[in-house]
């Protein structure tokens, strides 16, 4: 069974930094592209950032780039977000995906991917 089991979600002041993990069992995680969604109250889930299976290919939402960084571990089947600078616009619940269908392309569509974690709630006071 798939698991996609997210943390390090929580409360933050804006400008801040939070580090979110999403550790992966029930898969062959080097060949997934792993990605990280995320929705506010009353919006559809945003694409934020994925990885394809090596590294060698990241994208991200322009709304967060130069701020946010995914990076992921082979070896420890885990991939991260770093997010910095976090804005109150930054507030959702974040959710972790992962799909094997072409693991070296990186796609922004929810559609793309097959597996998805419960979400971690992410959240910036001004």
């Known amino acids: 069974q798939v698991q996609l089991v997210e943390s390090g979600g929580g409360l933050v002041q804006a400008g801040g930094s939070l580090r979110l993990s999403c550790a992966a069992s029930?898969?062959?995680?080097?060949?997934?592209?792993m990605g990280w969604f995320r929705q506010a109250p009353g919006k559809e889930r945003d694409f934020v950032a994925a990885?394809?299976?090596?590294?060698?290919?990241?994208r991200y939402a322009d709304s967060v780039k130069g701020r946010f960084t995914i990076s992921r571990d082979n070896a420890k089947n885990t991939v991260y977000l770093q997010m910095n600078s976090l804005k109150p616009e930054d507030t959702a619940v974040y959710y972790c995906v992962g799909d094997s269908s072409a693991p070296g392309v990186v796609k922004p569509t929810p559609n793309t991917y097959h597996y998805w974690g419960q979400g971690t709630q992410v959240t910036v006071s001004s």
């Open positions: 029930g898969l062959t995680f080097r060949y997934y592209t």
């Open positions: 990885i394809s299976w090596s590294g060698g290919t990241i």
